[in-house]
């Protein structure tokens, strides 16, 4: 019932879940209020941070994907009519070691040792675990029926970025938008392997949030939309 309560303050009041206000500028941007479908990779907490949990108060469909096995429970408590996806994206059943930190839920577990080793975080390792690996699009055949509206991917997987991204059938899916975090500058987000791929897939940056220094959110549009449709 108390979480009954909040959804509909939330919901009630226009209540932002992201960082930087992402998901109100995603709402703008998607120019929709009926529902259509979200697929948040590397989704982490349910609410906390969230740049779907909006949507998801709103009736979207939402597909949410983490290598994390601890997460599954609060999803199913907090967000239900969700589908939450306990894998990593990747190359189909390629072998990949996912790293957990020693903070609970931590938002910095990663199946990329580099993003480790860059951010000092070696020593805080808790356990190394095997996970399930599918592509993108062998997961989205499976979840996305012929009709829905595919409205953005969400993307935050610490330094697997690209990787995810190429496992995408670009023809078949195409969200009208695509969200992925950065560290880098703006002046180095323009000339990354990120964006020029997206680029060379007909989407067009249009913008980036900041959460804090350099960090922040990549926003980038399908060329073959107008995304107010």
Not at 169 to 177: E, F, G
Request: net charge negative; charged share 30%; glycine share 4%.
């Amino acid at each position: 019932m108390k979480n009954k309560i909040k959804e509909l303050i939330f919901k009630r009041f226009n209540v932002s879940f992201s960082k930087s206000g992402d998901d109100i500028q995603l709402n703008k941007l998607i120019g929709s209020t009926s529902p259509g479908v979200y697929v948040d990779i590397g989704c982490w907490h349910p609410i906390k941070a969230s740049n779907t949990y909006y949507f998801y108060l709103r009736g979207w469909k939402g597909l949410c994907i983490d290598p994390n096995p601890e997460l599954e429970i609060l999803y199913k408590n907090f967000r239900p009519k969700d589908n939450f996806i306990n894998c990593a994206v990747g190359e189909d059943l390629k072998n990949f070691k996912y790293y957990m930190l020693d903070d609970q839920y931590s938002s910095m577990n990663t199946l990329d040792f580099d993003f480790i080793k860059k951010h000092n975080l070696v020593d805080r390792i808790k356990k190394t675990i095997d996970v399930p690996t599918y592509s993108l699009k062998k997961i989205l055949d499976v979840n996305i029926k012929e009709n829905d509206r595919l409205d953005f991917f969400d993307i935050d997987v610490e330094g697997f970025d690209l990787e995810v991204l190429k496992t995408n059938d670009w023809v078949k899916y195409r969200p009208k938008i695509v969200v992925i975090e950065t560290d880098l500058s703006l002046k180095d987000d323009l000339n990354s392997e990120i964006v020029s791929y997206l680029e060379s897939k007909d989407y067009r940056l249009i913008g980036k949030s900041i959460i804090m220094g350099d960090l922040g959110n990549l926003f980038l549009i399908d060329n073959k939309l107008n995304p107010c449709e």
